[in-house]
C-alpha cells in the first residue's frame, strides 16, 4: 500500500479499527469467547459484552494489540515503518511513541514472524545449494569454519524459491544432514562447497554436486551463490543495529528469512502472519 492511502486510513480510529479487522489483525467476534453466546453487543468505546454470562472485553483481545494501549492509527504506521526498516530510535520519534513502546512494537512482530517461518514444513526441493556462515560481533580469533564466539547458521536456498536457515549448534556432518533431511525433500540435486560435512549427502538419497571455491566459483550450473548471496543480504541489514544479543538473534535472523521470501509482497505477507498467529 501507497504510505498517501496509508496515512489517509490512519486519519482515523475508524478507519484504523476496519482496516486492522479486514486485514485479520484484529477478529469479529458473532459470540461471547466465554460462553459462546450470541447474544453480544457493544458497551463503550473498543468494549463488547455478553448479555448471556454478563463479562466484557476488549476488541483488541486475542490479538497483537491486546495489551498494546496505543491508537490503531499508531499501531499500523509503525507496522509500515518497521517494513521500511526504519530502526527504533528513528521510528519513535516519528510515531510520537516512547521509545520502550515502539521497542515493544517491533519486538512483537519480530516474534509473530518467528512463530509464522517456523509453521514452514513445506520441503524445498529441484536444485538447492546449501553453506554455512557464522555471525558475530568483531573478535580476534579464525573467521569462517572454526570461528570462536561465533554463531554458526546454517542456510539452504532453493533456486528461484525460498531460502530457510537455522541456528545449529555446530557445523558436523550429523547436524547438517539431520538439518537437510528436515528440509529438503529426497531426490533433490544438492550444490555444496567441498566441505567434508556434506560428504554423506548421497547416501541419504541426494543428487550432489560441489564447487571447490578455491579454484572457482562456478563450473556452469554448480555454484553456491545464491545461498552466499543471502549471506550478504542477512549481515549488510545486521549491520544497522549495532550488535544483536545472542538471545534475541533468532528473532533477527528469522525476520531476514522472511522478507528475502516475501520480498515481492512484504506488508500483504506480514498482516497475514499477524492475522494468523493469534
Same mark, same amino acid.
Given at each position: 500500500?501507497k504510505? @498517501?492511502?496509508?496515512?489517509?486510513?490512519?486519519?482515523?480510529?475508524?478507519?484504523?479499527?476496519?482496516?486492522?479487522r479486514?486485514?485479520?489483525?484484529?477478529?469479529?467476534?458473532? &459470540?461471547?469467547?466465554?460462553?459462546?453466546?450470541?447474544?453480544?453487543?457493544?458497551?463503550?468505546?473498543?468494549?463488547?459484552?455478553? #448479555?448471556?454470562?454478563?463479562?466484557?472485553?476488549?476488541?483488541?483481545?486475542?490479538?497483537?494489540?491486546?495489551?498494546?494501549?496505543?491508537?490503531? &492509527?499508531?499501531? *499500523? @504506521?509503525?507496522?509500515?515503518?518497521?517494513?521500511?526498516?526504519?530502526?527504533?530510535?528513528?521510528?519513535?520519534?516519528e510515531?510520537?511513541?516512547?521509545?520502550?513502546?515502539t521497542?515493544? *512494537? #517491533?519486538?512483537?512482530?519480530?516474534?509473530?514472524?518467528?512463530?509464522f517461518?517456523?509453521?514452514?514444513?513445506?520441503?524445498?526441493?529441484?536444485e538447492?545449494?546449501?553453506d554455512?556462515? #557464522?555471525?558475530g560481533?568483531?573478535?580476534?580469533?579464525?573467521?569462517?569454519?572454526?570461528?570462536?564466539?561465533?554463531?554458526?547458521?546454517?542456510?539452504? *536456498?532453493e533456486?528461484?524459491?525460498?531460502?530457510?536457515?537455522? *541456528?545449529?549448534?555446530?557445523?558436523?556432518?550429523?547436524?547438517l544432514?539431520?538439518?537437510?533431511?528436515?528440509?529438503?525433500?529426497?531426490?533433490?540435486?544438492? #550444490?555444496?562447497?567441498?566441505?567434508?560435512?556434506?560428504?554423506?549427502?548421497v547416501?541419504?538419497?541426494?543428487?550432489?554436486?560441489r564447487?571447490?571455491?578455491?579454484?572457482?566459483?562456478?563450473?556452469?550450473?554448480?555454484?553456491?551463490?545464491?545461498?552466499?548471496?543471502?549471506?550478504?543480504?542477512?549481515?549488510?541489514?545486521?549491520?544497522?543495529?549495532?550488535?544483536?544479543?545472542?538471545?534475541n538473534?533468532?528473532?533477527?535472523?528469522?525476520?531476514l528469512e522472511?522478507?528475502?521470501?516475501?520480498?515481492?509482497?512484504?506488508?500483504?505477507?506480514?498482516?497475514?502472519?499477524?492475522?494468523?498467529i493469534?
Open positions: 500500500m504510505l @498517501l492511502e496509508l496515512l489517509q486510513i490512519a486519519s482515523s480510529e475508524e478507519k484504523s479499527e476496519e482496516f486492522l479486514q486485514k485479520g489483525v484484529l477478529k469479529t467476534f458473532d &459470540s461471547c469467547p466465554f460462553c459462546s453466546a450470541k447474544n453480544i453487543g457493544k458497551v463503550r468505546r473498543n468494549f463488547l459484552k455478553c #448479555y448471556n454470562c454478563r463479562r466484557e472485553w476488549s476488541i483488541r483481545k486475542d490479538s497483537i494489540l491486546q495489551d498494546l494501549k496505543i491508537p490503531f &492509527s499508531k499501531f *499500523i @504506521l509503525a507496522v509500515k515503518l518497521f517494513i521500511l526498516e526504519v530502526p527504533v530510535n528513528k521510528a519513535y520519534k510515531l510520537d511513541l516512547a521509545y520502550n513502546t521497542h515493544k *512494537i #517491533y519486538t512483537r512482530l519480530r516474534r509473530c514472524i518467528y512463530k517461518v517456523s509453521k514452514d514444513d513445506q520441503l524445498l526441493s529441484g538447492v545449494e546449501m554455512e556462515s #557464522y555471525f560481533g568483531k573478535r580476534k580469533g579464525n573467521r569462517g569454519r572454526g570461528a570462536k564466539n561465533k554463531i554458526p547458521v546454517f542456510g539452504i *536456498i533456486r528461484n524459491g525460498k531460502v530457510k536457515v537455522e *541456528i545449529v549448534k555446530d557445523v558436523s556432518a550429523e547436524t544432514l539431520r538439518e537437510t533431511i528436515k528440509k529438503v525433500k529426497r531426490g533433490s540435486l544438492i #550444490y555444496t562447497d567441498k566441505f567434508r560435512s556434506y560428504d554423506s549427502l547416501m541419504y538419497g541426494f543428487k550432489h554436486e564447487i571447490d571455491k578455491s579454484v572457482k566459483f562456478a563450473n556452469g550450473k554448480v555454484y553456491i551463490n545464491g545461498i552466499e548471496g543471502f549471506w550478504s543480504y542477512a549481515k549488510e541489514r545486521l549491520l544497522k543495529f549495532h550488535g544483536v544479543s545472542r538471545e538473534f533468532v528473532y533477527y535472523l528469522k525476520e522472511f522478507r528475502y521470501n516475501y520480498r515481492d509482497n512484504i506488508e500483504d505477507s506480514l498482516y497475514v502472519c499477524l492475522g494468523g493469534f
